[in-house]
């Protein structure tokens, strides 16, 4: 990130975001509210690799199957299935779901091409927020 800090254009508009995004996604977990915690966290990982692809020179992560998952993603959500998906810095795509949609997706992220597995992880202990 200290590539792109110091010469993407979209950099401080991503970075003044992150704590609205932060605040929205503390107030969907309290409130149990999967999609609009989705939503947050797949905008704002849009908007990290946004931030990569416009560096200079660009940092690009994602391979075919990386955007060919996400469309999947959005084929998923658009059918009414619970699915939103998210990256780190790299090419891998999770899918933030619900545990009654989980095999519908991971199904879904193995027929991808280029996909090489999917699996589900289970939730872990419920959220905590600490000042």
């Keep these: 990130m200290e590539h ?4 993407s254009p979209l950099y401080a508009a991503w970075l003044d975001q992150v704590p609205r995004d932060l605040e ?23 908007a990290m690799h946004a931030t990569a692809l416009a ?8 391979q075919p199957a990386t955007l060919a998952v996400l469309a999947a993603v959005r084929e998923l959500r658009a059918a009414g299935v619970a699915a939103w998906a998210t ?6 795509v999770k899918v933030l779901t619900s ?6 997706v ?4 193995r027929a991808v091409a280029g996909v090489s597995d999917a699996s589900i992880s289970a939730a872990g ?6 000042a």
Excluded: Q
């Design 125 to 130: 202990p419920g959220a905590a927020v600490t």
């Design 87 to 92: 990256m780190d810095a790299g090419p891998h």
């Design 4 to 7: 792109c800090a110091a010469t």
């Design 24 to 46: 929205a996604a503390e107030r969907a977990l309290a409130t149990g509210d999967l999609e609009m915690l989705g939503t947050i966290a797949e905008a704002n990982a849009l």
């Design 55 to 62: 560096a200079r020179p660009a940092i690009v992560y994602w």
């Design 99 to 104: 545990v009654d949609d989980a095999s519908r």
């Design 106 to 109: 991971a199904t879904a992220v």
